[in-house]
């Protein structure tokens, strides 16, 4: 190897090995938790590369010597003995640990633990093609509601998720709070998680779903019990109507025969609810950022966007129109 590939490789390292690194961190990653679930799944991590680490370097080590040393003859006897031990019990007394460890981390190999919580907050989280229905109980007074694509949690208080489908298995995963689980028609599982600090994270469908799987994801937001609460009887209330344009637009052109905007449209429940829409990240269930510009790219046309996606094409709307319907969109807080 020359002088200068090897300054080359010695100078490129650093970068790899941060980019490498870069990826262990972030709101979407099981080796940054943010909860208690994912805490014990990356400490299960830790300890197989670890341990895995090691037995692969005693076992190179093994391999080095063997290559280097005085070849030697070995007795039937003693080489059934090596073969007894490092074939036999080594790995059998390894492994045997790990699983009994592994299996340990399950909840419901311990579900004394379940019962040393109070009841917690439950909520019902529906996969359809291609995005998240959420409800949330009435609770302390505050009635309950319905939101879509965006989940807001208290730090340091176990949730409970009735996970659903709609239409076809879709998979409902934080990577940041815990491990995933199937959502699958005609049945409820049950998920519970305990976030254990605050911040935004990202939650991916981990189950093929359709087309537009990849474009159906939805965001955490771990907030405070007071501004969660907060947050709750805001989401509970709904809006006068205002009487504007965009509103008049949205109802004259069918948009609330399927979302609904709590106060100003009749109940409908065919799409994701919007009577908070202005608030969340994302419009298209984690697919665009929420401009004013990207509602209007996705009324015209949703399929252009998300393959698949089941809202019809707008496009014979005037694009004033949309534009004032973005608008209004754009105004619910
Ligand atoms: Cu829903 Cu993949």
Known sequence: MTNCSKRKISGHLPIAVSLVLAGCTGSQSTLDPAGQEAAEVHHLFVVMVIGGGFIWLAVIGLLLHSCRGQRQTWSEEGAGRLIAWGGVAFPGVVLFALLVYAVWLMPSVRP???RTVPEPTQIEVTGEQFWWRIRYPAEDGVAGFETSN??????GERVAFSLRAADV????????LGGKMDMIPGRTNVLSLLPTRTGVFKAPCAEFCGTSHTYMAFSVVVMEREAYDDW???QASGHQPEGSEGE???IHHGCAACHSVRGTTPVAALGPDLT??????????GTLANTRENVGRFIRDPSAIKPGAQMPAFD?????EIAAISEFLAGLR
């Open 112 to 114: 004394w633990l379940a």
């Open 248 to 250: 008049r637009l949205f």
């Open 232 to 234: 709750r009887r805001k």
């Open 169 to 176: 298995i879709h998979s409902f995963w934080i990577p940041s």
């Open 276 to 285: 908070h829409f202005a608030e969340r990240e994302t419009v298209g269930a």
């Open 316 to 320: 014979m709307v005037p694009q004033g």
């Open 150 to 155: 965006e989940l807001r949690l208290p730090v």
